[in-house]
């Protein structure tokens, strides 16, 4: 495909095989277990100005799931770099999101077995999505799920898998009574993370966010939160955020790679007032700030 064919700002761009096509017009084997199983991982890469943010971290987290999951080893960082640099030449996006797949590969047989040390093709397994986004920091309204809860006990969920149900559903349940997002819990009752997202509560000076041992995903910008000293880890339980929603210092915020977005409405609690609203942003933004340094 040429560079003026993919030179879209609206459509989302795939590579895989080392062919360059639109991702709605480019497809992978119906026999590969990607599609037919969920089996991969991904990554999702906040681009600004042609500069990658949190890419190695991003990698190391790709290939440690891939380890914990039995997948082979995905491309590294020195592999990728003349690729990513051929991406940010040719698609001139001042902001945008790279995934990056990777799946075990075709099956061989019928089910779900495969063997430790299988040899995959290599072919169809890698394969990269970029799509072109705006950032957003506007308040937004979310709920505490009602059905979706986070299993800590399972080894999945600590990472970034092809099956999304869970997500959709929990997302799903919230636009269904008119909100935006959901809060999950454990199983428990303790609060973990947002559909797609790290939750931060704002208090005492400092950002509070559930530790993993609640089943919340180790998020790049979450760890980066911690590593950089602006969060700590504590448990905390609906009952008790809902409660003390008045006495909070700052906003309750859910943020990914993709974006940090505070919440104003909470169960049906108003959480920002009007008169608060700009000043969650400017929050908001300003953590963003420190965890992106090309914003």
């Not at 992978?28 to 100005?49: A, C, K, M, Y």
């Not at 099956?107 to 093709?121: A, E, K, P, V, Y």
């Not at 008119?178 to 005492?204: R, Y």
Request: with cysteine; aromatic share 8%.
């Amino acid at each position: 495909m040429s560079k003026d064919s993919t030179n879209s700002r609206h459509e989302i761009i795939a590579w895989i095989n080392g062919k360059w096509g639109l991702a709605k017009t480019t497809y992978i084997p119906l026999s590969h277990r990607t599609l037919l199983l969920s089996d991969g991982i991904f990554e999702t890469v906040l681009i600004i100005n042609g500069r990658y943010q949190l890419l190695e971290e991003h990698i190391a987290r790709w290939h440690y799931s891939a380890v914990m999951l039995g997948l082979e080893p995905p491309p590294c960082q020195h592999e990728l770099i003349d690729l990513l640099k051929s991406i940010t030449n040719r698609l001139h996006i001042k902001v945008g999101a790279l995934r990056l797949n990777w799946g075990r590969g075709h099956g061989i047989t019928r089910g779900i077995n495969f063997l430790d040390g299988d040899q995959f093709s290599l072919k169809d397994r890698f394969w990269i999505l970029l799509s072109p986004m705006k950032l957003s920091f506007e308040p937004i309204s979310a709920m505490i799920s009602l059905h979706e809860r986070r299993n800590f006990t399972s080894r999945v969920i600590e990472h970034k898998v092809f099956a999304y149900t869970q997500a959709i559903h929990a997302r799903h349940e919230a636009r269904q009574v008119g909100v935006d997002d959901t809060i999950m819990v454990d199983t428990n009752g303790a609060l973990t993370c947002g559909s797609c997202s790290t939750l931060l509560v704002f208090k005492e000076e400092s950002w509070i966010t559930p530790p993993i041992s609640t089943g919340c995903l180790s998020g790049i910008i979450r760890n980066q939160c911690i590593r950089l000293g602006l969060a700590i880890e504590q448990n905390l339980m609906p009952g008790q955020l809902l409660q003390a929603i008045n006495e909070l210092e700052g906003p309750t915020i859910l943020v990914n790679s993709l974006g940090c977005r505070p919440l104003y409405l909470l169960n049906g609690y108003r959480i920002l007032e009007s008169s608060q609203v700009k000043k969650a942003k400017a929050r908001a933004y300003e953590l963003f700030t420190v965890l992106n340094c090309d914003l």
